[in-house]
């Protein structure tokens, strides 16, 4: 198979190889050579039979795991009865609770929240090897109206950012990623402050929450969604709950954990926001600029304090 | 020119395989199928085929999970050249030594991404890094080398059949 008259000895291809490597290394990584388009063309190709192999995957998985017996499926199918039993009644109060919030809300002249926003459904196809879902590939493209800085969300929580698209499929960076800040708000309090991904902490299913400058007492369990000064994410998606907040030793900042609202482990299906926060910051600002009295004084008291968090916050987002 | 078609077929469908078993079976870790390959191919061909599928499994396992092209690359090249030199010293069936090889280049290749990677942020400690992805991965690679060493030394027979043949042929004496 491998005769021993070569041009070149075995060690001596090793050498070219490794120069070979290190110049490709100190080219990509200067980005003297774009490796995007090459990833793109790559993917493109790629994408269409990831899709399928995921699906049929998924289906046979599926199906073993559909042998549940007869009387476990009853007991489930009663659960779920007397939960949905539960759910309409909630359902109707908040129909009724929704109809006179877009009614101040139209009173106001108050921007759109997320709910509002056209969204995308798609398949998670492919991901990052390794742990943990920090990158993956979506069955969404350009084609179907996807472009890049536009949220994900699964299960009603932010789960991350696509970064780049094809015709067909996206690639979607995951908040937990160890080169993600989130800006957040704790939503009862509205105290602003960051949240990072950390993939160690999210083996103990954990974020990590920064830069928080508040007199407020922050309970366990508060709500953090986005915050509007973020200038990558829609405001006001749902992110965790707060699990543990201390000061920091020069008791200037809190930092603490929070408790991711997705399960990380097991993201099949995601919903795109087919805005991103440019274009919806661009919307904003048209509708206040025709805005009455009543929209003028709320709105600059909420502009005041986010101008003097912007100041010690701008720049802390994103990859650093 | 059958021969590189069905080594392209065997990178291109184990890269498949690896990037939907996450999505399929969801336990949060993944082997690292390429770096089976390489080491199964250099085990049963030598050094030089070794370091060739090191190679490409290492642009294209760059080109999809890297910020940048080379560092996979350099590793499994290496890889493929060290697993190489035991071509001609142990029988192709057994399994146990791929296995090893496998375990231990998934080892130095996960302990190089956390230290060029995860090590400049400073957020990961080494210890969390170290059982919660570098042995969980280590252990998950060298179980699943017995499968696929299994399919790529079934697939690498009838290849090494046909070379023998080839190089028999009367057209092809010198």
Redesign the interface.
Known sequence: MNKKNHLMKNKHVLAVLIIACICLIAATASSFVPVAPVRSVFQTIVSPLQNGISKAGSFLAGQHSARKSTEELTQENEQLQSRITQLEEQNTLLTEDTQELEKLQALYKLDKSYADYDKVAAQVIASESGSWFSSFTINRGSSDGIETGMNVLADGGLVGIVTETGGHWATVRSIIDDSNNVSATILSTQDNCIVSGSLDLIRQNKMELSELVTDNDVVAGSKVVTSYISDKYLPGILIGYVDSIEEDANHLQKTGTVIPAVDFQHITDVLVIQTTKRTADVESTDGQAAAGNAAESVSSTSGAAADSQVSSQSGTEGTP | MRKILTFGLFIFCT????????????I???P?MLLILVVSMAFM?????G?LFG?IC??L?D???M?????S??LF??TG?LA?GT?DVFFSENVKLPMVMAAAGEFVY?LAYYLV??LR?G???FF??LF??IL??TVLTMLLTIPLYGIFYFFNRKI?VH?LEEQQSPWLRK
């Open positions: 890269f498949l395989l690896q990037s939907t078993w996450p999505v399929v079976i969801r949060g870790y993944t690292d061909r030598g050094r030089r085929s370091m190679m290492g642009i396992a080109l999809c999970y910020p940048f092209l080379g560092f690359a350099l090249t290496l050249y190489g071509y996960r990677f995860s942020h957020r990961e400690s969390s890094c919660g992805t969980p991965q090494a070379e």
